[in-house]
């Protein structure tokens, strides 16, 4: 399969802290079948359906890292991308490393940051499948500052941006009258939002119906 152009998602993984539970949760929800590779810098496992790449599984690093999914957007020079990145305002948390033949990789954030990958294909061109059923089917930025990160985004991967309806997975906004009232003076600080309001990227998956995905999620977790 042809590498991805400029700037396409072309990979998502998950870290994770317990692989097994991973693999059962996504083998019964999705009907994904796994395979482990091994590299110089550890063991992943793909995530297959049909046989086809459709996600990766890693393993934390760290126990106290976050659990989850990362988007991966495809570039002809990775290191040329990481140059973009930091000229447009952007943050480069991993720099390009290759992970032995299959690709290279690095990490960035945009302005607002959110984190996103950077794949450049080696042996390894990313997704062998998209747009079907337990496959990759959309993904998309949540941002605070969405004036800065499309200008990060157009800057960095030639993205054009196009007005477009409230998604419906977006939540509406509070009405002014629901804002919570500003903390006393010598109060504790609040709590962080939400992981859903922070600035992310989120990887959404095809589904054979509205209500399989969901009657499996309850049953696997």
């Known amino acids: 399969m042809a590498a991805f152009a400029e700037g396409v998602p072309c990979w998502a993984d998950v870290l994770l802290s317990d692989l097994a539970a991973g693999r059962r949760f996504y083998g019964e929800l999705f009907g994904w079948t796994f395979q482990e590779i091994a590299t110089h810098y550890g063991t992943f496992t793909r995530a297959l359906l049909g046989g086809k790449d459709v996600a990766g599984l890693v393993p934390k690093p760290d126990g106290r890292m976050p659990t989850v999914w990362n988007i991966y957007f495809a570039a002809q020079d990775a290191a040329a991308t990481a140059v973009r990145v930091r000229e447009a305002g952007g943050r480069v948390i991993t720099p390009p490393v290759w992970i032995d033949e299959f690709c290279v990789m690095a990490t ?9 990958g950077i794949w450049q294909a080696g042996s390894h061109p990313g997704f062998a499948r998209r747009g079907t ?15 800065a990160v499309d200008a990060f985004y ?9 007005p477009s309806a409230r998604p419906p997975s977006a ?9 919570p009232p500003a ?8 709590r962080p939002p939400p992981r859903a309001h922070r600035p992310t990227w989120s990887c959404g998956r095809g589904a054979g119906s509205p209500r399989t995905p969901v009657t499996r999620s309850a049953d696997a977790s």
């Open 108 to 116: 960035a954030a945009d302005p607002g940051g959110a984190v996103f």
């Open 133 to 147: 059923p337990g496959s990759y089917g959309w993904t998309e930025v949540h941002t605070r500052q969405p004036r």
């Open 154 to 162: 157009r800057a960095v991967f030639g993205y054009e941006m196009t």
């Open 171 to 179: 939540a509406p906004p509070a009405p002014p009258s629901t804002a």
């Open 183 to 190: 903390p006393p003076p010598g109060a504790p600080p609040r």
